[in-house]
């Protein structure tokens, strides 16, 4: 089979296989525009009364739904390992402790980061003015995620919503349907009132549905191509939209870095989750001095990965999610063979396997005028290169249209810290690979062609909400300087406002105190 999805266009339905076994697990609807619109409408009805609530009780329905996936924890384990073909220890590992974590932090904090805020005004403030910002839900969130956490990305995305007031509509990927459907089970279990969070399975067609449905928001994850057509399509109304995109991120090796340890954090980096997350190390660049040391070292544990079906007890790498993928990894690695570069270990497909499996590959001799180096590969396949300078080093991290995450390796902090501000990435870390979407706190998301805005963190709370300006003038009734005649008097204080008005120096602004109160008592 080609494709793991089948438009059965009769009847309407995804046909979703298991990646491990190839075998068919169910089907789901897809939903036309006309299915999407209404659920639009519903979520637009639900969301002025829980908007109406406060902090405290929203969080009470969220951390409900954080004690049902608790209570539920090996059976949702199961399906996303069933409907990805990860581990079942990754489901948990990488999908559902960070989304744990996140639904405490959010429900305990977003009163705090969403409280009102006041805004220093100067010597404004002295006229009796003050500012404050108040935030308010968008309204209908619409939520566009894909397969490779399917659990984590769209939950999170809805539990910052619903925290800030929205009502949501997930589109979850063709390829992951029923992972989404069990958010939505276990928020109905939390008794969510209804029409607040609905998901509506479907294909492409039922994503640009939902972004022409005339929501107020689009959160899209997704790949580079489809993110253009998102951005363009919601131009149309100006619908506003963050999106997150694809990546093709460096590990930079420095000599003085732990080897031994640098070595686990590239094949973790590389081969978790299959190498598919956004954040995967897909090119690692190792001082020349280390590098052979290194690259042993990296062979070695990558040996000793157990990959099998995801149902096989203490695996390390399950299947691929789907063959279209596969066929990518498969393309980037001959491509790189064909112009020179070596494989180390892995290589190939698993082919005596039902479902899509691929080997974890170490290559090495790769140049970035290979496809693997430089288009997002998203497969378990870590090419190392060296590199001779730092110099060096940061032009090849660079040299690429992607910038999501970034990692520095080695035994001096302050240097690494140094380096990490030179690399064109949203995220750099320091002795540390991909994990940083598992943080509730921080805010996530690319430059260049990795998208724009953010998720997580305050950031990525402030992108769910509009920030309202209130201003006030507690004079009322005194006119301002500025207004109405511009007489000479007015022209001459203007002037002067040009020279000396300095908001927050009061010292240079002061000499004009005796012009203002003398325009301020002109009859006008
Ligand atoms: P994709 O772009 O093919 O699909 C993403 C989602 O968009 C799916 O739900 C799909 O049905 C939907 N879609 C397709 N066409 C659409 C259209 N015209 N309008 C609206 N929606 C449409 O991506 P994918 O293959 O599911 O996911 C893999 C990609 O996602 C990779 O590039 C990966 O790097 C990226 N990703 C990024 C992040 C991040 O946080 N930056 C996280 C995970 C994955």
């Known amino acids: 089979m080609s494709t793991q999805t089948l438009q059965a266009t009769q009847t309407r339905e995804i046909v979703k296989i298991d990646p491990s076994t190839g075998e068919e697990i169910g089907r789901a609807p897809l939903h036309d525009a006309a ?24 969080a009470r329905f969220v951390l409900r739904a954080r004690e049902i996936v ?5 059976e949702i384990a199961k399906l996303i390992s069933r409907e990805t073909g ?25 009163k705090a980061l969403l409280k009102r805020r006041r805004i220093g005004l100067g010597q404004y403030n002295f006229m009796a003015r003050t500012s404050y910002i108040v935030y308010k839900p968008l309204g ?3 939520i566009i995620s894909p397969w490779n956490f399917p659990w984590a990305t769209p939950l ?32 109905k279990q939390a008794q969510l009132p209804d029409g607040l969070l609905q998901i509506v399975t479907g294909d492409g067609s039922t994503g640009a549905a939902l972004v022409e449905a005339g929501v107020n928001k689009i959160m899209f994850t997704g790949s580079v191509n489809t993110g253009k057509r998102v951005a363009e399509a919601a131009a149309k109304q ?37 190498g598919q997350a956004c954040a995967s190390i897909e090119r690692c660049y190792v001082h020349e001095s280390v590098a052979d040391k290194f690259v042993e070292l990296v062979v070695k544990e990558t040996k000793l990965l157990k990959q099998d079906k995801a149902s096989t007890e203490n695996i390390d790498i399950g299947a691929m999610t789907n063959e279209r993928q596969l066929e990518i990894v498969e393309d980037h690695v001959s491509d790189a063979v064909e112009h020179g570069a070596q494989l180390r270990t892995g290589g190939h497909r698993v082919n005596e396997a039902q479902g899509w499996f691929h080997q974890p590959t170490v290559v090495t001799g790769v140049d970035h005028s290979m496809k693997l180096m430089r288009d997002e590969t998203f497969g378990p396949v870590l090419p190392i290169m060296t590199f001779k300078t730092e110099e060096e080093a940061v032009r090849l991290a660079n040299d690429s249209i992607y910038g999501l995450t970034a990692s520095v390796f ?60 209130i201003h006030v003038n507690a004079m009322p009734g005194l006119a301002d300087v500025w207004w109405f005649p511009y007489t000479k008097r007015a022209g001459e204080l203007f002037r002067d406002f040009a020279k000396r008005f300095t908001t927050g120096s009061l010292l240079r602004s002061a000499p004009l105190l005796p012009k203002i109160l003398r325009r301020l008592i002109e009859p006008r």
């Open 86 to 110: 990860k581990p079942v220890a990754e489901a948990i590992s990488m999908e559902i402790v960070p989304t744990l974590d996140l639904m405490h932090h959010f429900a305990e904090n977003t």
């Open 238 to 274: 100006l619908t506003p939209v963050v999106l997150e995109l694809g990546g093709k991120d460096p590990m930079i090796v420095f000599e003085d870095a732990n080897l031994e340890n640098a070595a686990r954090a590239a094949i973790w980096g590389a081969f978790c989750n299959s």
């Open 156 to 187: 999170d995305e809805v539990v910052m919503a619903l925290m800030a007031g929205n009502a949501v509509v997930v589109k979850p990927s063709e390829l992951t349907p029923f992972t989404a459907l069990k958010i939505a089970n276990v928020f």
């Open 70 to 74: 608790l209570e539920q924890l090996e």
């Open 410 to 469: 080695t035994g001096d902090l302050a240097h690494g810290k140094r380096i990490a501000e030179q690399i064109e990435a949203g995220t750099v870390m320091v002795n540390e690979v991909v994990y940083t979407h598992a943080l509730a706190q921080t805010p996530w998301g690319g430059v260049k062609q990795s998208g724009y805005g953010r998720t997580h963190g305050s950031l990525g709370l402030l992108e769910l909400v509009s920030a309202q300006h």
């Open 140 to 142: 209908v969130v619409g």
């Open 35 to 58: 299915e999407v619109a209404a659920a639009v409408d519903r979520a637009r009805a639900a969301q002025p009364a829980w908007a109406r609530l406060s902090y405290r009780e929203r």
